[in-house]
């Protein structure tokens, strides 16, 4: 079992940054491939970025890239979402996740969730 925990969170005016992390308690993420989801009020939940290892690769959502960027700590102890040129259209509670290997795609096959954290950006 893991258990994810996120923090960065909070309000921030269109055109600011935040920094989102995910950390898995009491161990590093080892193997796990780590994706960052949003779900909006009365909207579906959505994949925003992932990152796997061997080698190391990242993918993202069209409507995050070139503004969003997955990272962790050489460690592994957690896992980052720098969210610059925020626009109103990112509010959404933002959750992390974890997968176990064998990968599937990247949007789907997550097997631990976090309890997310809320972005707010006002316009």
């Known amino acids: 079992q893991v258990q994810l925990v996120e923090s960065g969170g909070g309000l921030v005016q269109a055109g600011g940054s935040l920094r989102l992390s995910c950390a898995a308690s009491?161990?590093?993420?080892?193997?796990?491939?780590m994706g960052w989801f949003r779900q909006a009020p009365g909207k579906e939940r959505e994949f925003v970025a992932a990152i796997r290892w061997n080698p190391i690769s990242t993918y993202y959502a069209s409507s995050v890239k070139g503004r969003f960027t997955i990272s962790t700590d050489n460690a592994k102890t957690a896992v980052y979402l720098q969210m610059n040129s925020l626009k109103a259209e990112d509010t959404a509670a933002y959750y992390c996740?974890?997968?176990?290997?064998?990968?599937?795609?990247?949007?789907?096959?997550?097997?631990?969730w976090g309890q997310g954290t809320q972005v707010t950006v006002s316009s």
């Open positions: 996740a974890a997968a176990r290997p064998p990968y599937g795609n990247w949007y789907s096959g997550y097997d631990y």
């Open positions: 009491g161990r590093t993420l080892g193997s796990y491939a």
